[in-house]
T-cell receptor
């Protein structure tokens, strides 16, 4: 059983389109995250949700909107896609309330290419 | 703010060589420190971690010691294998904050 899964694995789309990436975790964790990895492999957090509530929002453009229907799912919707949005997006999850000591478990990533 | 500085790659070593990947950090308080590994086309996996000063994390022959006095968490392995080829990320997480701050990653290639 995959612990953190993402769909789709690859996403190729035109500039200006709207797209969504879905993430699900079956680990029973309370906290989920979205990270962006650029072409130089640099990883940066975008959002974090704890029990469906937004707790971290890192100066991400308003075109990005996370949605958490329940604590096992955290989807990422992107409006009006731009060339600079091309990257690999990783979902992750962890248990909350551990004071930052807990391991984060990552999904396999979604490679988004904007043409 | 928090930051992690990693040794720049890429690093290429022969099989059975000794590996060190340097990592230093800047943080207020007492962060937890992590090494994550990313194989080609995959997500990150935890390699090891240390949650307080002088702790040593170890896994699969890799080790790293949390040195508060030098704000470092260098990764070492005594004898690398081809299967260790991957990108290695050092990261920190400050107490009470669930956010991971990553270094820039170090690409390691082991040649037979």
């Amino acid at each position: 059983d995959t612990a953190v899964s993402q769909t789709p694995k690859y996403l190729v789309t035109q500039m200006g389109n709207d797209k969504s990436i879905k993430c699900e975790q079956n680990l029973g964790h309370d906290t989920m995250y979205w990270y962006k990895q650029d072409s130089k492999k640099f990883l940066k957090i975008m959002f974090s949700y704890n029990n469906k509530e937004l707790i971290i929002n890192e100066t991400v453009p308003n075109r990005f909107s996370p949605k958490s229907p329940d604590k096992a799912h955290l989807n990422l919707h992107i409006n009006s896609l731009e060339l600079g949005d091309s990257a690999v997006y990783f979902c992750a999850s962890s248990q909350a309330g551990t004071g930052g000591t807990d391991t984060q478990y990552f999904g396999p990533g979604t490679r988004l290419t904007v043409l | 703010g928090n930051s992690v500085t990693q040794m720049e790659g890429p690093v290429t070593l022969s099989e059975e060589a000794f590996l060190t990947i340097n990592c230093t950090y800047t943080a207020t308080g007492y962060p937890s420190l992590f090494w994550y590994i990313q194989y080609p086309g995959e997500g990150l996996q935890l390699l090891l971690k240390a949650t307080k000063a002088d702790d040593k994390g170890s896994n699969k022959g890799f080790e790293a010691t949390y040195r508060k006095e030098t704000t470092s968490f260098h990764l070492e392995k005594g004898s690398v294998q081809v299967s260790d080829s991957a990108v290695y990320f050092c990261a920190l997480n400050n107490f009470g904050n669930e956010k991971l701050t990553f270094g820039t990653g170090t690409r390691l290639t082991i040649i037979p």
